[in-house]
């Protein structure tokens, strides 16, 4: 038997191998491990990789019957796409579009079984497999809505995407539209030009490898649609607030929330138990709130979550254990639970930060942070003996134009020459008045 060895076979096996290789590297990334959608979309591009192979051996073997089965792994590619992108968007599988592709799938799978479906034709002097007919039609059309819902996912999460992560979106972004719209293209200018076949698989894989790097350098990609993350506060049973932390700008105090949190608790205490999970809506947003036995949790967002409830359930359960003697104690000072930020970065590490809405935004780093000539750090601590006060003056001092730190010396050095000056007048004063007392 003689291979039909060509350049489509050779394109679709090297792309087919390449896929293959980064979606199984894709397994091994601790941040993207447990992510349910991405498995999803992993799924699918499984499949277009199988579909890819198939389509080469068809060509190979110059066999009908691979060619039907390439065809038909376009359907569970595109079920697979459509509840990865539903379930990032909306935290469900269910869609309109879900039912669509399910009706093309068993319609293509009906046609796959009729006669006349696939033939073998040559094209540009190549020995190649042709879909045909209505079974063409449909095919193509099973091709259009996942290269449709992938635009849709990356255009939406392009958009929405916060400002801190934007260099990772547009190139996920840029990856999205090679694998869909521009792939898509091409595979239409295919039927006018059967070579331009082989730039449509080169942009498809290219495209796919661009966006899911994208995915496993930054998985916060994934969790720009779903829901908003806005702010988590931990306080006491006596109502003190000992941890908060911001995903996105608040203008309330902590105090402030911790009261609010403390009121919605005393409303909900008859069907709120210890150990439970309470959602409460909103004007803008619902809170998410977990009692224990020692701390109340409370997270804002913009919706609820089963992914949000799951994390706040073992953010709280390891808070009490990371700070059991503290909590024992009954320590009020938030600084003594700096260290929860771990337990942010635990179970909240995947959701963007949505603080800074713009690259021209000033950003200005505490005192504590930054870093000052020691000579100048040292004369601050001479002068403020009081830690507080130190690090106030010295975050208020990185953010002055440069120079002004000599100024301000300047200006203390006069200030306490002009002090002493004072006193020692004030005392020559008093001496005469002795003086003078002495005489009379």
């Known amino acids: 038997m003689v291979l039909n060895w060509n350049i489509e076979v050779i ?63 376009l359907f569970p590619s595109a079920i697979s796409i459509i509840i990865g992108i539903n379930y990032i968007i909306r935290e469900t599988y269910y869609s309109s579009g879900l039912i669509i592709c399910f ?46 819902y992938l635009f849709y996912w990356g255009l939406k999460t392009w958009l929405n995407t916060p400002v801190l992560i934007k260099k990772e979106a547009s190139i996920f972004f840029l990856g999205i539209i090679l694998a869909a719209p521009i792939t898509f293209i091409f595979y239409i200018l295919y039927f006018l030009e059967p070579l331009l076949i082989l730039v449509s698989s080169l942009t498809l894989v290219i495209g796919m490898l661009i966006f ?9 990609l994934l969790y720009i649609l779903p829901f908003t993350i806005q702010r988590i506060l931990v306080k006491d049973r006596e ?102 930020f771990e337990l942010i970065e635990k179970y909240f590490s995947n959701f963007p930060y949505k603080i800074i809405k713009s690259k021209k935004q000033p950003l200005l780093l505490t005192g504590n942070i930054t870093r000052m000539p020691l000579e100048i750090e ?13 690090e106030t003056i010295k975050t ?21 020459d002009e002090t002493k000056r004072i006193s020692e007048e004030k005392i020559r004063y008093l001496n005469d ?5 002495k005489n009379i």
């Open 11 to 73: 394109v679709n096996f090297i792309a087919s191998i390449t896929g293959l290789i980064l979606t199984i590297v894709t397994y091994f990334k601790p941040k993207s491990q447990k992510i349910i959608s991405l498995s999803y979309i992993r799924l699918s591009i499984f499949s277009v990789c199988v579909f890819m192979a198939l389509d080469g051996l068809s060509f190979l073997f110059v066999s009908e019957i691979l060619s039907k089965l390439a065809a038909l792994v």
């Open 103 to 148: 009706g093309i799938g068993f319609l293509l799978l009906y046609l796959a079984s009729q006669p006349g479906a696939v033939i073998v034709s040559r094209e540009a002097g190549i020995l190649r497999m042709k879909w045909t007919g209505v079974f063409n039609i449909f095919a193509v059309l099973l091709t259009g809505v996942i290269q449709l």
């Open 212 to 220: 899911l790097i994208a995915i496993l350098r930054e998985p916060k």
């Open 239 to 340: 109502g003190f607030p000992l941890f908060d932390h911001d995903w996105s700008k608040s203008n309330i105090s902590d105090t402030i929330f911790s009261g609010f949190l403390n009121a919605v608790q005393l409303m909900s205490e008859e069907v709120m138990n210890i150990g439970g999970l309470l959602d409460i809506n909103l004007e803008e947003g619902i809170l998410i709130l977990r009692e224990s036995t020692s701390i109340t949790v409370g997270l804002v967002a913009s919706k609820s979550s089963k992914l949000l409830r799951e994390s706040v359930v073992k953010f709280t359960n390891d808070f009490e254990k990371k700070f059991e003697k503290e909590l024992k104690k009954s320590v009020k000072e938030m600084s003594q639970y700096e260290g929860a």
């Open 378 to 390: 040292n004369k601050l601590r001479s002068i403020f003996t009081n830690e507080k006060e130190y």
């Open 396 to 416: 208020e001092l990185l953010k002055s134009p440069l120079g002004l730190s000599s100024e301000f010396f300047t200006l203390y050095d006069d200030l306490m």
């Open 433 to 437: 008045d002795i003086d003078l007392d």
